[in-house]
């Protein structure tokens, strides 16, 4: 949510950021409506001393019983009238509060110009020493330099040596059969999988992992929140109303989480927290609920776009100051877990067009694919300022804090700055290894990182 003084006292500046993210909004139109309601506010402001000077003068002639002055008193239209203020005013805030919370964060500065994916930059790329995929695009420094990349691979075949042109996960994953997405379809329709034996256990080996890796060196703190939330921690997260049409709402009024991100930050919804607490941070792993509602036709083979998918998320609470630096950290906490598991990547720096709602800047993080070819997105580590400390508030009270911090000896209170990450998404870690890993014979290699998590087995087939 954004705070309309600040658009009040400087509206260019908020209309240029806008113009950023390729949006045209009327910002004139926003700050004629939170006159008239500051107008509206003022009235009945005056129309409450007048209240409280006629309640005055009626108990005066009360005491001198000069019942005919009550009754005049008594008629003052002043009396009657305040509910209507009161009435005119709450549907104003409630208009004011919907234009705001559609529009979103606005962007950092070095953020790159770009109306959609095709303007976003590589950071830098990350090649294990050991990996010949077939057809890997050989790595190449960005235009901003500082790129981390080893030499270019030799075409060859996956780590295994398969010199076979790399199968996807669904055809390996089908011939192995423990992918089974028929069967999913029969109970639950499109975009579902079940996964058995081997394959279901490697799924839970890199949630283990990647929670033990994140909780024992990163200090992420484990939590296991609720799956289903009510409305408020959705808007204060930035989920609602924006992506209503994206998440899975029940009958009574709960929605099943899109991410564990909306669970994990509204732990500290309305509370002032201690500075020197600061930075929190905390990690869980769930499953995730979305709709795919804008998503027709995409990735509808396979188990890279699904309606239920599991990750292990990360979540920061932090000063303002501390940041851009726990940005940079989460990142290469994500990082690290392809590092570990010998999955090659890249990070790319999403431009002004391609950055969420709620954030003002984030890295996505690309796992290769030799199955289909490509770096496909397997973490989004982005830091959202101050934009969903500000919005969760108490809607039904309406009150403003949101969530604070306050320093050691100040007086007054500030917002916290909140980030979140995948560390990683599960399921699309489980496709990396399947196609990363894959054998000649049909078996997959089971990295050496994960060999404790399957019982010391060292294979699939």
Not at 27 to 50: C, F, G, M, P, Y
Not at 57 to 65: L, Q, S, V
Not at 295 to 313: L, N, Y
Not at 354 to 372: H, M, N
Request: net charge negative; charged share 30%.
């Amino acid at each position: 949510m954004h705070d309309i003084k600040f658009i009040r006292e400087h509206p260019e500046a908020f209309t240029r950021a806008l113009e950023r993210r390729n949006l045209d909004v009327n910002v004139d139109d926003i700050l004629e409506h939170d006159k008239q309601l500051r107008l509206r506010k003022t009235e009945s402001q005056n129309a409450q001393s007048k209240r409280n000077q006629i309640n005055k003068e009626i108990g005066m002639a009360r005491g001198k019983g000069d019942e005919a002055r009550v009754k005049e008193l008594m008629n003052d239209p002043i009396l009657s009238g305040l509910d209507a203020y009161e009435e005119v005013i709450k549907k104003g805030e409630e208009e004011l509060d919907n234009i705001l919370s559609r529009i979103p964060n606005l962007l950092a500065d070095d953020v790159p110009e770009g109306k959609d994916e095709s303007a976003n930059k590589e950071v830098r790329r990350w090649i294990p020493a050991d990996m010949f995929a077939l057809g890997f695009p050989p790595p190449s420094p960005p235009a901003s330099g500082g790129s981390e990349f080893l030499s270019p691979p030799l075409a060859g075949g996956t780590k295994g040596g398969n010199n076979a042109t790399p199968k996807d996960h669904v055809a390996h994953g089908e011939a192995l059969g423990l992918m089974d997405f028929e069967r999913a379809a029969k109970i639950s329709g499109a975009r579902f999988v079940v996964l058995k034996g081997a394959l279901a256990r490697l799924e839970r080996a890199l949630a283990a992992f990647m929670l033990d890796l994140h909780t024992s060196e990163f200090g992420y703190l484990e939590t296991n929140p609720p799956y289903l939330v009510k409305a408020p921690a959705l808007y204060g997260t930035g989920q609602l109303p924006k992506f209503a049409e994206d998440l899975f709402q029940t009958k009574n009024d709960y929605w099943l989480i899109p991410t564990a991100e909306v669970s994990l930050t509204y732990l500290v919804a309305r509370e002032i927290l201690d500075e020197t607490k600061l930075p929190l941070r905390f990690t869980a792993h769930t499953p995730c609920f979305r709709s795919e509602a804008g998503a027709a036709g995409k990735d509808t083979r396979g188990m890279i776009r699904q309606h239920q998918f599991s990750k292990v998320e990360l979540v920061s609470i932090t000063t303002p100051e501390q940041s851009d630096a726990e940005h940079e950290r989460m990142t290469a906490c994500a990082e690290e877990v392809l590092k570990r598991l010998g999955l090659p990547y890249r990070v790319m720096l999403l431009c002004a067009g391609d950055t969420g709602f709620s954030a003002r800047k984030t890295y996505d993080i690309e796992v290769w694919l030799p199955g289909q070819g490509k770096f496909r997105e397997i973490s989004s580590c982005s830091n959202c300022g101050d934009f969903q400390a500000q919005r969760m508030s108490d809607p039904k009270e309406r009150r403003k804090d949101g969530v604070r911090f306050k320093r050691t000896g100040a007086k007054e209170t500030e917002f916290v700055h909140t980030l979140n990450g995948s560390g990683l998404a599960v399921g699309r870690t489980l496709v990396a290894v399947m196609e990363n890993y894959q054998q000649a014979d049909g078996s997959i290699k089971i990295p050496p990182a994960l060999v404790p998590y399957m019982g010391g087995l060292t294979e699939i087939r």
